[in-house]
């Protein structure tokens, strides 16, 4: 099945520690986004990438890397510095871009700060 | 930056009711989206209506779209408990990024 697979789907991080979610997808879609939604709240844009080994900054990039090694994974790493980050983290894919397109998302991942 | 803000906030109606959703948005788009989401799962498309468009329907869903006023309402009709869930709206910004409003959360009692 097509799609897009995020891993883990909960995941504790410790106070100062680095953690890294998975995000894979096998829509040959060039665009993947990762999205940061509080609890009752919209979705906000941490980064972007629209093509292999290059990404943007989102609205809220402070405290997130990315990588994009490969057109088919997008994995996102909350640093230490991110100071809040229980979330519930959504990535996504589109073919090229936005312009006509529609967007198709992971099934989330729950970060929670212990 | 957020685009679209979605109203109301929440919206409760009974089952068979209809439900309407409102959505504005501050800047030209390209096409205007909308998208559902069940509680703690990711969102899920539901339909996409270009800027030189008016109204399209789909299923028990009806969306418009008014440029000169930068506002879109989505209509679900005959609504069943299966329809509750958060309803986003989305902005294309001629090319990159996809810009969310916070989203109408929608309870439809049995």
């Known amino acids: 099945d097509g799609g897009i697979t995020q891993s883990p789907k909960y995941l504790f991080r410790k106070e100062g520690q680095n953690v890294t979610l998975s995000c894979e997808q096998n829509?040959?879609?060039?665009?993947m986004y990762w999205y940061r939604q509080d609890p009752g709240q919209g979705l906000r844009l941490i980064y972007y990438s629209q093509i292999v080994n290059d990404f943007q900054k989102g609205d809220i990039a402070e405290g997130y890397s990315v990588s994009r090694e490969k057109k088919e994974s997008f994995p996102l790493t909350v640093t230490s510095a991110q100071k809040n980050p229980t979330a519930f983290y959504l990535c996504a894919s589109s073919p090229r871009g936005s312009s006509g397109n529609t967007i198709y998302f992971g099934e989330g991942s729950w970060l929670t700060v212990v | 930056s957020q685009q679209g803000e979605e109203d109301p906030q929440a919206l409760s109606i009974q089952e068979g009711e209809n439900a309407t959703m409102n959505c504005s948005y501050k800047t030209s788009i390209n096409n205007l989206q909308w998208y559902r989401q069940n509680s703690g799962r990711g969102l899920v498309h539901l339909i996409l209506?270009?800027?030189?468009?008016r109204e399209k329907h789909s299923g028990r869903l009806r969306v418009t779209l008014d440029t000169s006023k930068k506002s879109s309402s989505l209509l679900i009709t005959a609504s069943r408990a299966a329809d509750t869930a958060s309803y986003f709206c989305?902005?294309?910004?001629?090319?990159?990024?996809?810009?969310f409003g916070p989203g109408t959360r929608l309870s439809v009692l049995p």
């Open positions: 829509l040959n879609h060039d665009a």
């Open positions: 209506i270009r800027s030189n468009e």
């Open positions: 989305a902005t294309d910004d001629y090319g990159q990024n996809f810009v």
